[in-house]
């Protein structure tokens, strides 16, 4: 029946993993992106040092991102908030702990449920929207945006490449996994995305069927995974 392809680091997709393997689905791992400091990430240590009242971590990438500069910066006190319990736990598993973490791992329900408008500092990615800060802006927050990290496509090995060409199913944890699959390789098997924005990507590029759960979280991409290599899928 073939195998399910994870395309996160395998660090990331850890947890993903675990979950799999208790459910007997086989799965390889082909990471297919990579993440490298942007032009801001020299200016992270610095801007860190400012008091801002909230600095805002939208990814577990962000998280680490901002803790080499809060590093580099001497740890000085920060007032954070993390977008869902799994950034806040990278966050937490280096000794900071978010004061804010929204309820559901995504950007708008951070933005629409922050307290207390004032300065914030904002280190994403160069691939991210602006709904976040516009969402804030709207509510009376002054946010400053800081580019700290850009997401690129691996350079994948012949083997890696003909493992994609065998998947039943592709896991994809986010758009730019989407579009690395689709530069690496024509196969376009079932997708289990992580999310809707991910599942739409997917669609754009041919995968089909393409899943993705109701609610954020490991445990539902975990299901959805399940349910697509065994066929028991259905759409969202």
């Not at 990430?41 to 809060?70: C, H, I, K, M, N």
């Not at 995504?106 to 004032?118: C, D, F, K, N």
């Not at 809707?196 to 995968?207: H, P």
């Not at 759960?213 to 899928?233: Q, S, T």
């Given at each position: 029946?073939?195998?399910?392809?994870?395309?996160?680091?395998?660090?990331?997709?850890?947890?993903?993993?675990?979950?799999?393997?208790?459910?007997?689905?086989?799965?390889?791992?082909?990471?297919?992106?990579?993440?490298?400091?942007?032009?801001?990430?020299?200016?992270?240590?610095?801007?860190?040092?400012?008091?801002?009242?909230?600095?805002?971590?939208?990814?577990?990438?962000?998280?680490?991102?901002?803790?080499?500069?809060?590093?580099?910066?001497?740890?000085?006190?920060?007032?954070?908030?993390?977008?869902?319990?799994?950034?806040?736990?990278?966050?937490?598993?280096?000794?900071?702990?978010?004061?804010?973490?929204?309820?559901?791992?995504?950007?708008?329900?951070?933005?629409?449920?922050?307290?207390?408008?004032?300065?914030?500092?904002?280190?994403t990615s160069t691939l991210a929207g602006s709904e976040f800060a516009e969402i804030l802006a709207a509510r009376g927050f002054e946010?400053?945006?800081?580019?700290?990290?850009?997401?690129?496509?691996?350079?994948?090995?012949?083997?890696?490449?003909?493992?994609?060409?065998?998947?039943?199913?592709?896991?994809?944890?986010?758009?730019?996994?989407?579009?690395?699959?689709?530069?690496?390789?024509?196969?376009?098997?079932?997708?289990?995305?992580?999310?809707?924005?991910?599942?739409?990507?997917?669609?754009?590029?041919?995968?089909?069927?393409?899943?993705?759960?109701?609610?954020?979280?490991?445990?539902?991409?975990?299901?959805?995974?399940?349910?697509?290599?065994?066929?028991?899928?259905?759409?969202?």
């Amino acid at each position: 029946m073939g195998y399910v392809v994870l395309t996160r680091e395998a660090t990331k997709d850890a947890s993903l993993a675990r979950r799999l393997e208790r459910a007997g689905v086989p799965f390889r791992q082909v990471p297919l992106t990579e993440q490298a400091p942007a032009p801001g990430r020299a200016e992270l240590s610095r801007r860190l040092r400012e008091g801002w009242d909230w600095v805002a971590v939208t990814s577990p990438a962000a998280a680490r991102f901002l803790l080499e500069g809060w590093a580099e910066a001497g740890r000085p006190s920060l007032r954070l908030a993390a977008v869902g319990r799994g950034t806040a736990r990278v966050l937490e598993d280096a000794g900071l702990e978010a004061a804010f973490v929204s309820e559901r791992a995504y950007g708008r329900a951070l933005a629409e449920a922050l307290p207390h408008p004032g300065r914030v500092l904002w280190p994403t990615s160069t691939l991210a929207g602006s709904e976040f800060a516009e969402i804030l802006a709207a509510r009376g927050f002054e946010v400053e945006r800081l580019d700290v990290y850009l997401t690129r496509p691996r350079t994948l090995g012949a083997d890696e490449r003909a493992l994609l060409e065998g998947a039943a199913v592709a896991a994809l944890g986010s758009p730019s996994a989407v579009r690395a699959w689709a530069e690496a390789s024509e196969a376009r098997p079932a997708a289990a995305a992580i999310g809707r924005v991910t599942g739409e990507a997917a669609r754009t590029q041919g995968f089909a069927p393409v899943r993705w759960p109701a609610d954020p979280g490991v445990e539902g991409w975990a299901r959805v995974v399940h349910d697509l290599y065994f066929g028991k899928g259905h759409v969202p």
